[in-house]
C-alpha cells in the first residue's frame, strides 16, 4: 500500500471514530448514575463527609439526576425552546433544587451544608463563565 492509502485509511478511521463516540448516549452530561457520582465526588473537594455519608449523598444526587434527566428528556434543546417555555423549565429546576437543598440540609451538619452551599456557589460561577 502506497504512503497515501495508508493515510487516507487513518482519516477514515479517525473520522469513524469521532462520529461514534459524539453518537453516545446521555450526552455531554451522562448518564444520571454518572452526574451522581461527579456531583458526589466534586462536592466531596469541599464537604468533609465519612463513607457512609457520602453513600447518602450520592442515593440524593442520583434522584435527583433522575428526576433533572426526566425534566429535560423529550424536552428538546433548551436554547430551542420558546422563552415562556424556558421560563417554566427554570422554574421547575428552581424548586427542584430547593426540594434537593431540604434534604440535603436533613443528612448534613450545619458546618457540612455551609461547605455545600460554597460548593453550590462556585459550581454555578463555574458555569456562568461556561457561557
Not at 1 to 8: I, P, S
Request: proline share 2%.
Amino acid at each position: 500500500m502506497n504512503a497515501m492509502k495508508k493515510f487516507g485509511l487513518f482519516l477514515m478511521i479517525i473520522l469513524f471514530a469521532t462520529v461514534v463516540v459524539s453518537a453516545q448516549p446521555g450526552g455531554r452530561q451522562g448518564t444520571p448514575e454518572d452526574m451522581a457520582k461527579r456531583q458526589t465526588e466534586q462536592m466531596g473537594e469541599y464537604v468533609k463527609m465519612p463513607q457512609d455519608l457520602q453513600k447518602k449523598v450520592y442515593d440524593l444526587n442520583l434522584k435527583y439526576a433522575k428526576k433533572s434527566a426526566e425534566m429535560f428528556q423529550g424536552g428538546g434543546n433548551f436554547r430551542d425552546m420558546s422563552d415562556a417555555d424556558r421560563q417554566k423549565m427554570r422554574e421547575k429546576r428552581e424548586a427542584m433544587n430547593k426540594e434537593k437543598d431540604t434534604e440535603m440540609k436533613k443528612i448534613l451538619s450545619a458546618d457540612q451544608f455551609k461547605a455545600y452551599e460554597k460548593y453550590q456557589e462556585e459550581a454555578r460561577q463555574r458555569m456562568m463563565q461556561r457561557r
